[in-house]
Each structure stands twice: as C-alpha cells, then as structure tokens.
C-alpha cells in the first residue's frame, strides 16, 4: 500500500542538493498517504474541490505532475524523498494547489 511505502522512505540529507529552501517531498507523500489515497485518486479529490473543469490548464498540470509522482513512487517504487526530480515535482504540485 502506499501507506507502507511511505513508511519505508528514509530522506537523506546532501550537501550537494541541487534545490535550495526545505525538501517537501516526504512530508507531501506522507500526507497523501494519510488520505488513503493515491496520488491520481487525490489529483481527482482535488480537482473536485476546486471545480477545475477538464479543459483548464492549471487541471491538466495537475494532472500530469499527479501521475508522475505516481508512476515513480507506485510502480517504480522509487524512494522518492531523496530524488531531486521528485523534490521539484512535489514543489510544483504546490505550487499549482495554492496558486491563486
């Protein structure tokens, strides 16, 4: 489950980090995991809530960082808080949830 994925993630810290400013993409996993839900199936709730329609740009971003995130952290089983690329993801997905 994803849960038990999350939980088996162990952020280590660099000193060569390429991404200036607090990592965020183990305390976002491990909040996605608290819903119960995956990061697509989180991306719909989410969508839902702000009544983003299908055709919007700022949905369809969503949509594809979601399944990037997904796809690395389900199916690659990647230990995503250490991955520079998963940071900047994650830092995206915020980004775009809060934009206003």
Request: some cysteine.
């Amino acid at each position: 489950s994803l849960k038990e994925a999350v939980e088996d993630q162990s952020q280590v810290e660099f000193s060569d980090f390429p991404l200036e400013g607090p990592r965020t993409a183990g305390w976002m996993l491990n909040e996605i995991s608290k819903t119960g839900q995956d990061p697509l199936a989180r991306h719909i709730s989410w969508k839902h809530e702000n009544d983003i329609k299908d055709e919007q740009r700022l949905g369809e971003m969503h949509e594809a960082l979601s399944e990037l995130l997904d796809l690395a952290f389900t199916y690659d089983q990647l230990d995503c808080t250490n991955l520079a690329c998963v940071e900047s993801v994650c830092r995206r997905l915020q980004h775009v949830e809060y934009e206003p």
